[in-house]
């Protein structure tokens, strides 16, 4: 089959390759045929080694399709049922998922780094996120195949994987944005764009989006911003929208430390700020310990929007069945599987405009 390859950490390039396959689904695992993907930066994160992956690798992480196999102790999934991929599994069992927080599982991250589940011409090969949604065919945990509808458009279903789930997730599960609130989105790619349509969903009455790329802007109205400013203009706004004292919530979608500052710095005494940008360990942050004690502002890591799969991709799709959700809006640009450096190129440019590329694997 067709897979877009990592050869080694640092390459700007994916290997084309046909010569590719999967290893067989063990009992508690199913074997997708691959329909769409989303291009996200951390694909290009994982290529220069910003965030930790294996190589060779098959690349990509949100993905939908269709079943073709299932493992001997899956009763759950037939083939031909339309999937949902996650780079998160939840075992179900480990300490995490018995608390409740089944988006830090580890059980299945760990199994991604030490059990290859492709072959590239006859050579082991790991799927980035334990997925490799950049191949025609993929096999993944059980719990990470989340079935939906067969009304749920394959590219719909794509993003559900990570963008919508990630930014969303981030609104409603780590934040719990309240109705009423004022909210700052710093960074209108993709994933910004859904935290823009979060907090619109959580009942937000003023969202200002944030982006030195103007020509985001628009597309950050029509997802529910109710204002747009360039980085620069962002104090002006502070002092019109909440007169000075400073948002109630501010999400940083970037991923550096001085757009998790600033995002610090626009929050009000007692708000909250959400990382959600995938940063790499050379992004450090400095606050005083006076300022962290007098302004209480509360610092909210949020990891694939706090989300447990299994029970959030189905609320997206009833959000967005409701038309609470502007999915189709946010595939930009469709490619196949042979252009997907075209894409990367594009999303390391910042020119693949303000959401999804998707790929679409026939």
Same mark, same amino acid.
């Given at each position: 089959?067709? *897979? !877009?390859?990592?050869?080694?950490?640092?390459?700007?390039?994916?290997?084309?390759?046909?010569?590719?396959?999967?290893?067989?689904?063990?009992? /508690?695992?199913?074997?997708?045929?691959?329909?769409?993907?989303?291009?996200?930066?951390?694909?290009?994160?994982?290529?220069?080694?910003? &965030? =930790?992956?294996?190589?060779?690798?098959?690349?990509?992480?949100?993905?939908?399709?269709?079943?073709? /196999?299932?493992?001997?102790?899956?009763?759950?999934?037939?083939?031909? #049922?339309?999937?949902?991929?996650?780079?998160?599994?939840?075992?179900?069992?480990?300490?995490?998922?018995?608390?409740?927080? =089944?988006?830090?599982?580890?059980?299945?991250?760990?199994?991604?780094?030490?059990?290859?589940?492709? /072959?590239?011409?006859?050579?082991?090969?790991?799927?980035?996120?334990?997925?490799?949604?950049?191949?025609?065919?993929? %096999?993944?945990?059980?719990?990470?195949?989340? +079935?939906?509808?067969?009304?749920?458009?394959?590219?719909?279903? *794509?993003?559900?994987?990570?963008?919508? &789930?990630?930014?969303?997730?981030?609104?409603?599960?780590?934040?719990?944005?309240?109705?009423?609130?004022?909210?700052?989105?710093?960074?209108?790619?993709?994933?910004?764009?859904?935290?823009?349509?979060?907090?619109?969903?959580?009942?937000?009455?003023?969202?200002?989006?944030?982006?030195?790329?103007?020509?985001?802007?628009?597309?950050?109205?029509?997802?529910?911003?109710?204002? %747009?400013?360039?980085?620069?203009?962002?104090?002006? &706004?502070?002092?019109?929208?909440?007169?000075?004292?400073?948002?109630?919530?501010?999400? /940083?979608?970037?991923?550096? !430390?001085?757009?998790?500052?600033?995002?610090?710095?626009?929050?009000?005494? $007692?708000?909250?700020?959400?990382?959600?940008?995938?940063? $790499?360990?050379?992004? +450090?942050?400095?606050?005083?310990?006076?300022?962290?004690?007098?302004?209480?502002? +509360?610092?909210?890591?949020?990891?694939?929007?706090?989300? #447990? =799969?299994?029970?959030?991709?189905?609320?997206?799709?009833?959000?967005?069945?409701?038309?609470?959700?502007?999915?189709?809006?946010?595939?930009?640009?469709?490619?196949? &599987?042979? #252009?997907?450096?075209?894409?990367?190129?594009?999303? +390391?440019?910042?020119?693949?405009?303000?959401?999804?590329?998707?790929?679409? %694997?026939?």
């Amino acid at each position: 089959m067709k *897979a !877009a390859v990592l050869k080694q950490i640092g390459d700007d390039k994916l290997d084309i390759r046909t010569d590719a396959a999967t290893t067989g689904p063990g009992p /508690e695992e199913v074997r997708v045929r691959i329909r769409a993907s989303g291009i996200c930066h951390s694909d290009v994160s994982a290529m220069n080694g910003s &965030l =930790p992956t294996m190589a060779p690798g098959v690349m990509g992480h949100e993905g939908a399709g269709e079943v073709l /196999e299932t493992g001997s102790a899956v009763t759950d999934l037939d083939p031909g #049922d339309r999937v949902v991929i996650s780079f998160v599994p939840p075992c179900g069992g480990c300490p995490h998922c018995l608390r409740g927080q =089944p988006n830090l599982c580890e059980v299945h991250t760990v199994a991604a780094f030490t059990s290859p589940r492709f /072959e590239v011409g006859e050579e082991p090969a790991f799927g980035f996120g334990g997925c490799g949604t950049f191949a025609e065919e993929v %096999v993944v945990p059980r719990s990470g195949a989340i +079935k939906v509808d067969d009304e749920v458009p394959f590219e719909v279903g *794509a993003l559900l994987g990570c963008g919508v &789930l990630t930014g969303v997730g981030a609104v409603i599960n780590t934040a719990a944005v309240e109705p009423g609130s004022t909210v700052a989105v710093i960074g209108c790619g993709g994933v910004g764009i859904s935290v823009i349509q979060g907090a619109r969903l959580a009942g937000a009455t003023r969202i200002v989006a944030v982006d030195p790329d103007t020509d985001k802007h628009a597309s950050a109205r029509r997802f529910g911003a109710t204002h %747009v400013t360039t980085p620069d203009g962002l104090q002006e &706004l502070n002092d019109s929208v909440t007169s000075g004292s400073g948002f109630d919530y501010a999400f /940083e979608v970037v991923g550096l !430390a001085a757009t998790i500052r600033t995002a610090y710095d626009a929050t009000r005494r $007692g708000g909250s700020v959400v990382v959600v940008g995938a940063g $790499g360990p050379e992004q +450090k942050i400095e606050f005083t310990a006076q300022e962290l004690f007098i302004t209480e502002r +509360k610092i909210l890591p949020s990891f694939y929007g706090s989300a #447990d =799969p299994r029970r959030d991709v189905g609320r997206m799709v009833e959000f967005w069945r409701a038309g609470l959700l502007d999915l189709e809006g946010m595939v930009s640009t469709r490619m196949s &599987l042979d #252009d997907v450096n075209a894409g990367l190129d594009a999303l +390391k440019d910042g020119t693949n405009g303000v959401v999804r590329q998707i790929v679409t %694997v026939d």
